[in-house]
């Protein structure tokens, strides 16, 4: 399929794969994951999400598994040619880092993947438009404490990439060009956060900062694949278990052409590697075999930050992360306040009507 058709989502999406059955969870308890990341023992009661039967275990085990392969293999930094990185040792793996569950929980399992190399640091990027009111810089500061008080020998930086108004405005026709074919409001706004993340220039304590690892982890597939988005959740009340079955397979086989190949370029023009531990082919194995009910508990009425995607949540309590775990989930766009630059940056210029969601996107700077 051509990359630059301009057709609907469901003509992108390819047939590519036939997804396996889902069956009940192997009684064999994997390794790793029960002797690293034993279950607490209220872990059936603590969210009301019933028993967990080896789920978390096998999940944890493919999860851990995939972050591992992508951090052994990290190459060299880049060179640090301006001199904005002086004084300090270079990190080989960033991550895309909202605070929320999905990046905590590959955050904790990157520290536990680099424990020969504990004096590695790790560069945790986190981009706002709003600078420190952001809600994901927010969450951001809450759960870096929480990584530090876990892996206490590990040095997190937080890079706080803050874009202005003014930047938003000149980066954008970049941005778009980035993006095509896919051109509405809402990929320019995931798209705008995305480029910042990977340009990786900011500040770390208040000092300037520009990450040179050419890596650059991100949580992509977590919610397509454990019904992350509340759209399941109307499935579920509407077509049952059978109808969240069909949609996150469609959300799946459409995924790269809605989203990895659009963000892969925005990465590229950082001069990095997006990887994407959640589309590891073992996680989405054993993620597409598991009962959804171990997966996603959409049944029950509990708001989101408990029962969605309720395995990486428990997955998340067994590394440590307790606070994080609850964490409601928040689109990008509107977590960095990249959403509110774009209606900003087009009241500015008189625009009337400034699209959103799956509208057009048109030029908002002259």
């Known amino acids: 399929v051509s990359t630059q058709s301009t057709g609907s989502d469901d003509a992108l999406a390819a047939d590519w794969c036939a997804f396996p059955a889902r069956l009940a969870v192997q009684p064999t308890t994997p390794a790793y994951a029960s002797s690293e990341f034993p279950p607490p023992h209220d ?11 080896g789920a978390t275990d096998a999940f944890l085990d493919a999860l851990f598994a995939a972050v591992r392969v992508r951090v052994w293999a990290a190459p060299p930094p880049l060179s640090d040619d301006d001199g904005s990185s002086t004084r300090r040792a270079a990190a080989r ?8 569950v999905d990046s905590a929980l590959l955050a904790a399992l990157v520290d536990r993947a680099l424990d020969d190399a504990r004096d590695e640091p790790i560069d945790l990027i986190n981009v706002s438009f709003a ?3 952001a809600p994901d810089r927010v969450t951001a500061l809450a759960t870096l404490d929480e990584l530090r008080a876990l892996a ?9 990439v803050d874009a202005s108004d003014d930047e938003w405005r000149a980066a954008q026709q970049r941005v778009q060009q ?7 409001v809402m990929d320019v706004n995931i798209g705008i956060a995305l480029w910042f993340g990977a340009q990786a220039r900011g500040t770390v304590d208040g000092a300037a900062y520009c990450s040179r690892a050419r890596v650059l982890l991100s949580g992509h597939g977590a919610d397509e694949q454990c019904g992350g988005y509340k759209r399941h959740r109307k499935f579920f009340a509407r077509q049952g278990w059978p109808g969240v079955q069909a949609e996150l397979e469609h959300d799946l086989r459409r995924l790269w052409a809605r989203n990895l190949g659009r963000d892969d370029r925005l990465v590229a023009d950082g001069s990095r590697e997006l990887r994407c531990p959640f589309l590891d082919e073992r996680v989405g194995r054993a993620l597409a075999q598991l009962p959804l009910e171990r997966v996603c508990n959409l049944a029950s009425t509990e708001e989101d930050g408990i029962a969605d995607k309720h395995i990486i949540r428990r997955a998340a309590r067994r590394t440590g992360l307790t606070a ?13 306040r990249a959403a509110a630059a774009y209606r900003v940056a087009a009241r500015s210029l008189g625009k009337q ?7 057009e996107h048109g030029y908002v700077c002259v």
């Open 178 to 184: 980035l993006c095509a074919p896919r051109a509405s």
């Open 324 to 336: 994080s775990s609850w964490l409601g989930k928040r689109a990008i766009q509107f977590g960095s």
């Open 353 to 359: 009507r400034t699209g959103h969601g799956q509208g």
């Open 93 to 100: 793996v960033a991550m895309l880092y909202s605070g929320g």
């Open 152 to 160: 206490p020998w590990r040095e997190w930086r937080l890079v706080c």
């Open 43 to 53: 872990e059936d009661e603590r969210d009301g999400c019933g028993a967990d039967c």
């Open 131 to 133: 600078g420190a009111t």
